[in-house]
């Protein structure tokens, strides 16, 4: 079974400054993806950013890359000029490229964006 | 393009009542999925549909929890009766068949008294 963790329950940062949020996973499979999700108070996830297993490279999304690092399973999200909006729970999620995957979430961290 | 779609948006209802959920997803995707969140978790899968067929349904309470995905289109999700546990937002979430990315709705809040 796989498992993701997020060691970080809360994180802090001011408007402009980058934040680096930290992911770990667990599994003997292969080929999967990983995400990071937002979701702010009103509840809605959305994709920030996604990584397929088989490419190197590291996804970037604008204000938001990864440094994915399959050997040591780990995933963390780098957010660069932090704005007040940014301010919500991440999570990162681990799917099987199976076709019928479902995600395996990790317990959040909170990001607070203050002025 | 219209996103997830659930409704209601909050319910409120004592232990031991019914309640339902419905989730309209993205238009043409194949693969939907009902996930609980338990306030302070990440969400947890509790059934996923292909089509109308159910492809995992392991983490389901199945004494309690029913789904159905008639026409391989909205789903219905049902408790009951309702224990104080199920208090928490389910979320549903649909993909396009073979699509690693999943879209989700805005949940709906249950508060069991």
């Known amino acids: 079974a796989q498992t993701v963790t997020q060691s970080q329950p809360e994180m802090s940062v001011q408007e402009a400054e980058t934040v680096t949020l930290s992911c770990t996973y667990d599994?003997?499979?292969?080929?999967?993806?990983l995400f990071w999700y937002k979701q702010p108070p009103s509840r809605q996830m959305i994709l920030v950013i996604r990584q397929e297993a088989y490419k190197q490279q590291n996804a970037t999304e604008n204000r938001f890359s990864v440094n994915f690092q399959k050997a040591a399973k780990s995933f963390s999200l780098k957010i660069s000029d932090s704005q007040l909006g940014d301010t919500a729970m991440y999570f990162c999620?681990?799917?099987?490229?199976?076709?019928?995957?479902?995600?395996?979430f990790g317990t959040g961290t909170r990001l607070l964006v203050s002025p | 393009e219209a996103g997830v779609a659930q409704s209601p948006r909050y319910k409120i209802i004592e232990k031991r009542q019914s309640v339902a959920f419905w989730c309209n997803p993205i238009?043409?995707?194949?693969?939907l999925y009902w996930y609980q969140q338990i306030l302070g978790q990440g969400p947890k899968l509790l059934i996923q549909f292909q089509n109308n067929g159910v492809v995992d349904d392991s983490q389901l309470p199945k004494d309690r929890f029913s789904a159905e995905r008639l026409k391989g289109v909205d789903s219905t999700l049902k408790i009951q009766p309702a224990k104080l546990e199920d208090s928490a937002v389910y979320l549903c979430?649909?993909?396009?068949?073979?699509?690693?990315?999943?879209?989700f709705g805005p949940g709906t809040r249950l508060l069991v008294l």
């Open positions: 599994t003997s499979e292969s080929n999967y993806y």
């Open positions: 979430a649909s993909s396009a068949q073979g699509g690693e990315t999943q879209y």
């Open positions: 999620a681990f799917g099987l490229n199976t076709g019928f995957q479902k995600l395996v």
């Open positions: 238009s043409g995707h194949a693969t």
